[in-house]
Protein backbone atom coordinates (compact mmCIF):
# COMPACT_ATOMS: atom_id res chain seq x y z
CA UNK A 1 0.00 0.00 0.00
CA UNK A 2 1.71 3.65 -0.98
CA UNK A 3 0.36 5.07 2.18
CA UNK A 4 1.62 3.28 4.24
CA UNK A 5 5.07 2.55 2.14
CA UNK A 6 5.29 6.72 2.55
CA UNK A 7 4.55 6.34 6.62
CA UNK A 8 6.31 3.83 7.41
CA UNK A 9 6.42 2.32 10.89
CA UNK A 10 4.96 5.20 12.69
CA UNK A 11 1.43 4.08 11.29
CA UNK A 12 1.90 0.99 12.48
CA UNK A 13 -1.40 1.41 14.65
CA UNK A 14 -3.38 2.07 10.95
CA UNK A 15 -1.73 -0.98 9.34
CA UNK A 16 -2.70 -3.05 12.02
CA UNK A 17 -6.59 -1.98 11.71
CA UNK A 18 -6.76 -2.23 8.02
CA UNK A 19 -5.33 -5.71 8.49
CA UNK A 20 -7.94 -6.81 11.18
CA UNK A 21 -10.60 -5.35 9.06
CA UNK A 22 -9.91 -7.35 6.40
CA UNK A 23 -9.54 -10.22 8.39
CA UNK A 24 -12.64 -9.95 10.48
CA UNK A 25 -14.52 -9.48 7.46
CA UNK A 26 -13.78 -12.77 5.98
CA UNK A 27 -14.12 -14.05 9.58
CA UNK A 28 -17.58 -13.39 9.03
CA UNK A 29 -18.36 -14.92 5.92
CA UNK A 30 -16.43 -17.45 7.12
CA UNK A 31 -18.70 -18.26 9.84
CA UNK A 32 -21.36 -18.00 7.68
CA UNK A 33 -19.84 -20.87 4.99
CA UNK A 34 -20.08 -23.44 8.46
CA UNK A 35 -23.29 -22.26 9.45
CA UNK A 36 -22.27 -20.91 12.67
CA UNK A 37 -24.69 -17.84 13.57
CA UNK A 38 -22.05 -15.97 16.10
CA UNK A 39 -20.11 -12.38 14.85
CA UNK A 40 -16.59 -12.49 15.20
CA UNK A 41 -16.16 -10.42 18.45
CA UNK A 42 -18.26 -12.64 20.40
CA UNK A 43 -15.42 -15.75 19.80
CA UNK A 44 -13.38 -14.73 22.50
CA UNK A 45 -15.71 -15.12 25.03
CA UNK A 46 -17.49 -18.17 23.12
CA UNK A 47 -14.49 -20.11 23.02
CA UNK A 48 -13.84 -19.23 26.83
CA UNK A 49 -17.08 -20.91 27.72
CA UNK A 50 -16.44 -24.13 25.62
CA UNK A 51 -14.56 -25.86 28.71
CA UNK A 52 -18.11 -25.79 30.25
CA UNK A 53 -16.82 -24.44 33.22
CA UNK A 54 -19.31 -21.42 34.38
CA UNK A 55 -17.46 -18.30 34.64
CA UNK A 56 -17.54 -15.09 35.81
CA UNK A 57 -17.42 -12.16 33.80
CA UNK A 58 -14.47 -10.83 35.22
CA UNK A 59 -12.93 -14.24 35.00
CA UNK A 60 -13.68 -14.07 31.38
CA UNK A 61 -12.09 -11.01 30.65
CA UNK A 62 -8.31 -11.52 32.84
CA UNK A 63 -8.41 -14.87 30.50
CA UNK A 64 -9.14 -13.50 27.25
CA UNK A 65 -7.34 -10.03 28.03
CA UNK A 66 -9.97 -7.59 27.44
CA UNK A 67 -12.19 -4.87 29.60
CA UNK A 68 -14.84 -5.74 32.02
CA UNK A 69 -17.32 -3.47 30.26
CA UNK A 70 -16.63 -5.02 26.96
CA UNK A 71 -16.87 -8.82 27.74
CA UNK A 72 -20.17 -7.74 29.62
CA UNK A 73 -21.41 -5.82 26.74
CA UNK A 74 -20.89 -8.96 24.42
CA UNK A 75 -22.01 -11.31 26.96
CA UNK A 76 -25.39 -9.19 26.82
CA UNK A 77 -25.54 -9.71 23.08
CA UNK A 78 -24.71 -13.33 23.36
CA UNK A 79 -27.41 -13.82 25.70
CA UNK A 80 -30.15 -12.05 23.31
CA UNK A 81 -29.07 -14.28 20.57
CA UNK A 82 -29.48 -17.54 23.07
CA UNK A 83 -26.16 -18.77 23.18
CA UNK A 84 -25.46 -18.34 27.22
CA UNK A 85 -27.71 -17.86 30.21
CA UNK A 86 -26.48 -16.57 33.53
CA UNK A 87 -26.16 -18.83 36.61
CA UNK A 88 -25.97 -18.61 40.33
CA UNK A 89 -22.79 -18.98 42.02
CA UNK A 90 -24.18 -21.08 44.67
CA UNK A 91 -21.13 -20.54 47.28
CA UNK A 92 -21.26 -16.65 46.81
CA UNK A 93 -24.85 -15.56 45.60
CA UNK A 94 -23.96 -11.76 44.98
CA UNK A 95 -22.15 -13.21 42.14
CA UNK A 96 -23.46 -14.50 38.54
CA UNK A 97 -21.74 -16.77 36.17
CA UNK A 98 -21.85 -16.87 32.63
CA UNK A 99 -22.65 -20.76 31.03
CA UNK A 100 -23.26 -21.51 27.21
CA UNK A 101 -27.04 -22.49 26.79
CA UNK A 102 -27.90 -26.18 24.95
CA UNK A 103 -27.53 -23.96 21.48
CA UNK A 104 -24.41 -22.88 22.41
CA UNK A 105 -23.47 -26.01 23.48
CA UNK A 106 -24.44 -27.05 19.69
CA UNK A 107 -22.83 -24.80 18.30
CA UNK A 108 -19.49 -25.30 19.78
CA UNK A 109 -19.78 -28.31 18.27
CA UNK A 110 -19.95 -26.78 15.01
CA UNK A 111 -17.27 -24.65 15.33
CA UNK A 112 -14.59 -27.65 15.81
CA UNK A 113 -14.10 -28.53 12.46
CA UNK A 114 -14.35 -24.73 11.64
CA UNK A 115 -11.63 -23.93 13.44
CA UNK A 116 -9.44 -27.15 12.60
CA UNK A 117 -9.77 -25.51 8.83
CA UNK A 118 -9.28 -22.13 10.26
CA UNK A 119 -5.88 -23.01 11.30
CA UNK A 120 -4.81 -25.11 8.35
CA UNK A 121 -5.43 -21.85 6.56
CA UNK A 122 -3.27 -19.65 8.94
CA UNK A 123 -0.08 -22.27 8.57
CA UNK A 124 -0.66 -21.96 4.56
CA UNK A 125 -0.15 -17.83 4.94
CA UNK A 126 2.27 -18.47 7.34
CA UNK A 127 4.79 -20.92 4.75
CA UNK A 128 4.38 -18.11 2.36
CA UNK A 129 5.45 -15.61 4.36
CA UNK A 130 9.25 -14.53 5.25
CA UNK A 131 8.11 -13.75 8.74
CA UNK A 132 6.09 -15.83 11.21
CA UNK A 133 3.22 -13.29 12.45
CA UNK A 134 1.92 -15.43 15.10
CA UNK A 135 5.98 -15.47 16.53
CA UNK A 136 5.83 -11.76 16.41
CA UNK A 137 2.86 -10.31 17.47
CA UNK A 138 3.61 -12.42 21.21
CA UNK A 139 7.00 -11.26 20.89
CA UNK A 140 5.04 -7.68 20.53
CA UNK A 141 2.75 -7.98 23.31
CA UNK A 142 5.88 -9.48 25.79
CA UNK A 143 7.71 -5.91 24.63
CA UNK A 144 4.64 -4.10 25.32
CA UNK A 145 4.08 -5.16 28.44
CA UNK A 146 7.27 -4.48 29.66
CA UNK A 147 6.81 -1.12 28.45
CA UNK A 148 3.78 0.32 26.51
CA UNK A 149 3.31 2.13 23.55
CA UNK A 150 2.82 5.62 25.12
CA UNK A 151 5.73 4.71 27.37
CA UNK A 152 8.00 4.83 25.21
CA UNK A 153 6.85 7.26 22.91
CA UNK A 154 7.17 9.62 25.78
CA UNK A 155 10.33 9.03 26.94
CA UNK A 156 11.65 9.51 23.14
CA UNK A 157 9.66 12.82 23.45
CA UNK A 158 11.59 13.89 26.62
CA UNK A 159 15.13 13.04 25.02
CA UNK A 160 14.56 14.46 21.89
CA UNK A 161 13.49 17.75 23.14
CA UNK A 162 15.79 17.21 25.88
CA UNK A 163 18.27 17.52 23.59
CA UNK A 164 16.61 20.45 21.16
CA UNK A 165 16.86 22.83 24.83
CA UNK A 166 20.80 23.58 25.66
CA UNK A 167 21.44 25.05 28.81
CA UNK A 168 24.04 27.83 28.42
CA UNK A 169 26.38 30.65 30.45
CA UNK A 170 25.34 35.08 30.04
CA UNK A 171 26.54 36.45 27.68
CA UNK A 172 25.93 40.26 25.98
CA UNK A 173 23.98 38.49 23.17
CA UNK A 174 21.41 37.16 25.45
CA UNK A 175 20.75 40.82 27.22
CA UNK A 176 17.65 41.92 25.65
CA UNK A 177 16.48 38.23 25.89
CA UNK A 178 16.83 38.09 29.55
CA UNK A 179 14.81 41.59 29.44
CA UNK A 180 12.51 40.87 27.69
CA UNK A 181 11.61 37.27 29.05
CA UNK A 182 11.29 38.34 32.75
CA UNK A 183 9.06 41.66 31.65
CA UNK A 184 6.69 39.55 29.60
CA UNK A 185 5.82 37.31 32.40
CA UNK A 186 6.01 39.82 35.09
CA UNK A 187 3.60 41.81 33.54
CA UNK A 188 1.30 39.86 32.34
CA UNK A 189 0.34 39.91 35.92
CA UNK A 190 1.41 42.74 37.62
CA UNK A 191 3.79 45.72 36.82
CA UNK A 192 7.82 46.55 36.44
CA UNK A 193 8.75 47.89 39.69
CA UNK A 194 11.96 50.15 40.20
CA UNK A 195 14.00 47.57 41.38
CA UNK A 196 12.97 45.23 38.55
CA UNK A 197 14.16 47.42 36.00
CA UNK A 198 17.22 48.38 37.86
CA UNK A 199 18.20 44.48 37.60
CA UNK A 200 17.00 44.05 34.09
CA UNK A 201 18.45 46.45 32.56
CA UNK A 202 22.17 46.08 33.96
CA UNK A 203 22.43 42.43 34.76
CA UNK A 204 25.95 42.88 34.82
CA UNK A 205 26.01 45.07 37.71
CA UNK A 206 23.47 43.91 39.63
CA UNK A 207 24.23 40.18 38.88
CA UNK A 208 27.24 39.19 37.50
CA UNK A 209 29.76 41.65 38.84
CA UNK A 210 28.48 40.31 42.76
CA UNK A 211 29.67 36.97 42.26
CA UNK A 212 26.12 35.83 40.67
CA UNK A 213 25.42 33.96 37.71
CA UNK A 214 22.13 33.67 34.48
CA UNK A 215 21.71 30.67 32.78
CA UNK A 216 20.32 30.62 29.29
CA UNK A 217 18.03 27.94 27.73
CA UNK A 218 18.34 28.02 23.90
CA UNK A 219 15.96 26.21 21.80
CA UNK A 220 17.40 25.46 18.56
CA UNK A 221 19.88 28.14 19.16
CA UNK A 222 17.26 30.65 20.34
CA UNK A 223 16.95 31.92 23.77
CA UNK A 224 13.17 30.76 25.64
CA UNK A 225 14.15 31.04 29.03
CA UNK A 226 16.66 32.92 31.62
CA UNK A 227 17.55 32.41 35.32
CA UNK A 228 19.76 33.69 37.71
CA UNK A 229 21.97 32.60 40.92
CA UNK A 230 22.01 35.97 43.08
CA UNK A 231 24.59 36.02 45.93
CA UNK A 232 22.62 37.36 49.08
CA UNK A 233 24.08 39.96 51.60
CA UNK A 234 26.27 38.49 54.25
CA UNK A 235 24.76 38.92 57.16
CA UNK A 236 21.38 37.02 55.30
CA UNK A 237 21.16 33.72 56.94
CA UNK A 238 20.82 32.65 52.82
CA UNK A 239 23.91 32.44 50.56
CA UNK A 240 22.37 32.82 47.47
CA UNK A 241 18.59 33.41 45.90
CA UNK A 242 17.17 31.71 42.61
CA UNK A 243 16.07 34.85 40.92
CA UNK A 244 14.69 36.10 37.41
CA UNK A 245 13.24 32.67 36.15
CA UNK A 246 11.25 33.14 32.79
CA UNK A 247 10.51 31.49 30.32
CA UNK A 248 8.86 31.99 26.89
CA UNK A 249 5.22 31.03 27.01
CA UNK A 250 5.62 29.44 23.68
CA UNK A 251 7.68 26.40 25.12
CA UNK A 252 6.18 25.75 27.65
CA UNK A 253 6.02 22.03 28.98
CA UNK A 254 9.37 21.24 27.89
CA UNK A 255 11.13 20.92 30.76
CA UNK A 256 13.25 24.44 30.38
CA UNK A 257 12.45 25.97 33.63
CA UNK A 258 13.46 23.08 35.56
CA UNK A 259 16.58 22.24 33.92
CA UNK A 260 17.39 26.09 34.49
CA UNK A 261 16.30 25.86 37.68
CA UNK A 262 18.81 22.75 38.34
CA UNK A 263 21.52 24.73 36.80
CA UNK A 264 21.25 27.41 39.16
CA UNK A 265 21.58 24.97 41.88
CA UNK A 266 24.04 22.86 40.73
CA UNK A 267 26.09 26.02 40.32
CA UNK A 268 25.33 27.07 44.01
CA UNK A 269 26.36 23.70 45.13
CA UNK A 270 29.50 24.20 43.07
CA UNK A 271 29.65 27.35 44.94
CA UNK A 272 30.11 25.66 48.03
CA UNK A 273 26.63 27.04 49.32
CA UNK A 274 24.62 25.73 51.76
CA UNK A 275 21.10 27.65 51.88
CA UNK A 276 19.12 28.64 48.60
CA UNK A 277 16.19 31.07 48.70
CA UNK A 278 13.84 32.64 46.10
CA UNK A 279 10.72 34.62 46.42
CA UNK A 280 7.77 33.84 44.25
CA UNK A 281 3.75 34.37 43.83
CA UNK A 282 1.55 31.73 44.81
CA UNK A 283 -0.44 32.72 41.81
CA UNK A 284 2.34 31.12 39.87
CA UNK A 285 0.90 27.61 40.77
CA UNK A 286 3.33 25.85 38.05
CA UNK A 287 6.37 27.61 39.29
CA UNK A 288 5.52 26.86 42.66
CA UNK A 289 4.62 23.25 41.76
CA UNK A 290 8.14 23.12 40.30
CA UNK A 291 10.10 24.99 43.15
CA UNK A 292 8.34 21.73 45.73
CA UNK A 293 9.32 19.22 43.55
CA UNK A 294 13.36 20.09 43.43
CA UNK A 295 12.92 20.28 47.51
CA UNK A 296 12.17 24.00 48.12
CA UNK A 297 10.07 24.41 51.31
CA UNK A 298 8.09 27.49 52.28
CA UNK A 299 9.04 29.61 54.72
CA UNK A 300 6.65 30.37 58.04
CA UNK A 301 7.38 33.92 57.79
CA UNK A 302 8.53 36.11 55.08
CA UNK A 303 9.30 39.97 54.57
CA UNK A 304 8.76 40.26 50.58
CA UNK A 305 10.94 42.19 48.23
CA UNK A 306 8.79 42.52 45.68
CA UNK A 307 4.91 44.11 46.08
CA UNK A 308 3.64 41.20 44.06
CA UNK A 309 5.93 38.61 46.45
CA UNK A 310 3.63 36.43 48.41
CA UNK A 311 5.72 33.57 49.22
CA UNK A 312 9.66 32.95 50.25
CA UNK A 313 10.98 29.78 49.91
CA UNK A 314 14.22 27.75 50.86
CA UNK A 315 16.16 25.15 49.83
CA UNK A 316 18.84 23.50 51.81
CA UNK A 317 22.04 22.46 49.75
Not at 29 to 37: A, E, M, R
Not at 80 to 108: F, M, N, Q
Not at 188 to 216: A, M, Q, S
Request: glycine share 6%; proline share 4%; hydrophobic share 40%.
Amino acid sequence: MDFFERTGKMAIGSRLRVLTETLTRDAASIYGLYGVDIKPKWFPVFYSLTDERPKSVTAIAKEIGQSHPSVSTIVKEMMAAGLVAEVDDCPDRRRTLITLTEHGKGISQELIAQLRDVERAVEEISAECDNDLWAAIADWEKALGRESMLERVRAIKARREHSEVEIVGYRPLYKKAFYELNREWIERYWELETHDIEVLENPEKHILDKGGHIFVALYNGFPVGVCALCPMPEESAYDFELAKLAVDNSIQRKGVGRRLCAAVIDKARELGGEMLFLESNTRLKPAIALYRKLGFKELPEYHPAYARGDIQMELPL
